[in-house]
């Protein structure tokens, strides 16, 4: 299996910051990484897909990029709405994986 | 407005089964692989399984192989999850989801395995 890590496991940011997240896998994946934005008691909502794509309807505060096994998701000005956990995932070979995710909380 | 939403969930015996339905509206059901995606209580998200556009292949986490079965019926927009032989350990919020890379979700239903 495809093991996901994400770094930081959490973090403390304002309103305004430069926010990164990294997600490295254990193997290579082709580009077949996607990222998520989930609140407390929400279903998940996809932000990127095929590493570096914005879905319809996503803020373009939000980028992401990498190829291989490292990959990054940035928000570039975190507005109120985005403090949430973030999570990426593999689609590139079964079973399909999550990273543990991180947390983005306000300092 | 393309929609997703799971039902069936509910509270079961270990040993006990339980089956889950995911319904699509708004969109070409039939054109998409879709997936069960689960989260236990205060954890991280785990994929479970999934199943191509005319319902002739599946996957599944190891863990749940042998006792959960997907299934889709194109006619109905309708997916399932048949869940046999439930253990604690699968006690989550499940969700549909579709496609490899998962752009949309359901708002997941909630099974509880508890004696």
């Known amino acids: 299996d495809i093991q996901m890590t994400q770094s930081p496991s959490s973090l403390s940011a304002s309103v305004g910051d430069r926010v990164t997240i990294t997600c490295r896998a254990s193997q290579g994946i082709n580009n077949f990484l996607a990222w998520f934005q989930q609140k407390p008691g929400q279903a998940p909502k996809s932000l990127i897909y095929a590493a570096s794509s914005l879905q319809s309807g996503v803020p373009s505060t939000f980028s992401a990029s990498g190829s291989g096994t490292d990959f990054t998701l940035t928000i570039s000005s975190l507005q109120p709405e985005d403090f949430a956990t973030y999570y990426c995932q593999q689609y590139n070979s079964y079973p399909f994986t999550f990273g543990p995710g991180t947390r983005v909380d306000v300092k | 407005e393309e929609q997703l939403v799971e039902s069936g969930g509910g509270l079961v015996q270990p040993g006990g089964s339980l089956r889950l339905s995911c319904a699509g509206s708004?969109?070409?059901?039939?054109?998409?692989?879709l997936s069960w995606v689960r989260q236990a209580p205060g954890k991280g998200l785990e994929w479970v399984a999934n199943i191509k556009e005319d319902g002739s292949v599946t996957h599944y986490l190891d863990s749940v192989k042998g006792r959960f079965i997907i299934s889709r019926d194109n006619a109905k927009n309708s997916l399932h999850l048949q869940m046999n032989s439930l253990r604690v350990e699968d006690t989550a919020v499940y969700y549909c989801?579709?496609?490899?890379?998962?752009?949309?979700w359901g708002q997941g239903t909630l099974v509880t395995v508890s004696s």
């Open positions: 989801a579709r496609r490899g890379g998962h752009d949309q």
């Open positions: 708004a969109f070409t059901f039939r054109n998409y692989w």
